[in-house]
């Protein structure tokens, strides 16, 4: 797929604010409505832009606690795999996971309200049978965000 300066444009004003119309990002990136609200629909059909979401402060929804736990498994199978993804799908408080190169297996990310929410949290996780779980806790959050840099796609 080929992104063109509009499409950039349009992608950048969007992650940083998914609730703008479409008239207001056609003005901003000086475009007509109608091909404005195009180039949105074939981003989308293309599955550059996936989703439209609203971010949360997550310590005004009582989640003030971070937690990134680092996994590791000694069942390196697909019946092993599949089930590890039931369990953490079934937690909501799990907000990503990733499959990890190196002495980690998973990295998983969750936010939780305190301490014993953190240790509920653990005792749904070890259900998938892991080996060893090490847990980080966030202190300080330096930087957080969702948009991802466009800077070095080369419009058309």
């Not at 056609?26 to 609200?37: D, M, N, Q």
């Not at 092993?80 to 190196?102: C, D, H, L, Q, T």
Request: hydrophobic share 40%.
């Amino acid at each position: 797929m080929s992104i063109n300066k509009y499409d950039r444009a349009i992608l950048e004003l969007l992650q940083r604010d998914a609730s703008l119309s479409v008239g207001e990002v056609a003005e901003r990136v000086a475009l007509s409505k109608s091909a404005c609200w195009r180039r949105i629909q074939k981003l989308e059909q293309d599955g550059v832009l996936q989703r439209r979401v609203a971010l949360l402060n997550q310590h005004k929804v009582n989640l003030p606690l971070t937690v990134y736990i680092s996994i590791r498994t000694n069942q390196h199978n697909d019946k092993w795999s599949r089930n590890f993804k039931r369990v953490v799908e079934a937690i909501p408080e799990v907000m990503e996971v990733y499959r990890m190169s190196g002495e980690l297996d998973y990295l998983v990310k969750a936010v939780v309200t305190d301490m014993p929410g953190y240790d509920r949290l653990y005792r749904e996780i070890i259900k998938a049978d892991i080996f060893d779980v090490s847990s980080s806790f966030v202190m300080e959050t330096m930087k957080q965000t969702t948009q991802l840099p466009l800077h070095h796609i080369q419009p058309l």
